[in-house]
């Protein structure tokens, strides 16, 4: 089993629908969850870190299920700039593969 | 302020010739990260640097190695090149100051060809 796994997608979403995307883990001690977003060709850059109790930011929102070992990405009101892929990180530096994410008009 | 940095661009290589990717932290980040990133693949952690000392190993062969300078500027060597090392080589820094969940700022990266 993967340390980290995401959904595979691809996710293609007309816009203004709501998007969730889920990523497991493997390793019960871990400790910091983050969400990253890569554009096509360029580098990850971090969309937001995840929080035992969940956090907001604006139109995301993201979890953590210590007890499924899954941490989740909702994207609400979904623009065409989201397009792009979705990566969650456990532990620093365990990447999952991502998700792909293409919002349509 | 400048972000993090990676030279070169763009390397081409053959077969079993050596490749020496180059990446500069931000001012004042400490660690340095290095990964793989193949064409459709996910970062695949190679190596992890903090204050000089390799602290973290991906799982990958001993011929990908690298190193942290005193200014906190990294290098990572490939040798014997393979095909398969064609990808692109991501590097991002941190500062840790917090433990470990420290934001992660990548660079550019690398896109290394071996033919």
């Known amino acids: 089993r993967k340390e980290v796994e995401q959904d595979p997608g691809p996710f293609n979403v007309p816009e203004g629908a709501t998007v969730a995307f889920n990523c497991t883990y493997s390793n019960s001690a871990s400790q910091s969850f983050f969400w990253y977003r890569q554009d096509c060709r360029k580098e990850p850059k971090l969309l937001m870190s995840v929080y035992s109790s969940g956090n907001e930011d604006g139109r995301f929102t993201a979890q953590l299920n210590r007890a499924s070992q899954y941490i989740s990405l909702l994207i609400r009101d979904s623009k065409l700039s989201d397009s792009a892929t979705y990566l969650c990180v456990v532990n620093d530096m365990r990447f999952g593969a991502g998700t792909r994410l293409t919002v349509k008009p | 302020e400048a972000g993090v940095t990676q030279s070169p661009t763009h390397l081409i290589k053959t077969r079993g010739q050596q490749a020496t990717l180059r990446c500069s932290p931000i001012s004042g980040h400490t660690s340095v990260y290095w990964y793989q990133q193949a064409l459709g693949l996910g970062l695949q952690f190679l190596l992890w640097?903090?204050?000089?000392?390799?602290?973290n190993r991906g799982n990958f062969p001993p011929r990908f190695s690298g190193r942290q300078f005193p200014n906190y500027s990294s290098e990572l060597n490939v040798n014997a090149l393979e095909l398969e090392d064609s990808a692109l080589y991501l590097c991002a820094s941190s500062l840790r100051d917090r433990g470990p969940s420290d934001t992660q700022y990548f660079g550019p990266g690398t896109r290394l060809t071996v033919l």
């Open positions: 640097y903090d204050e000089g000392e390799e602290r």
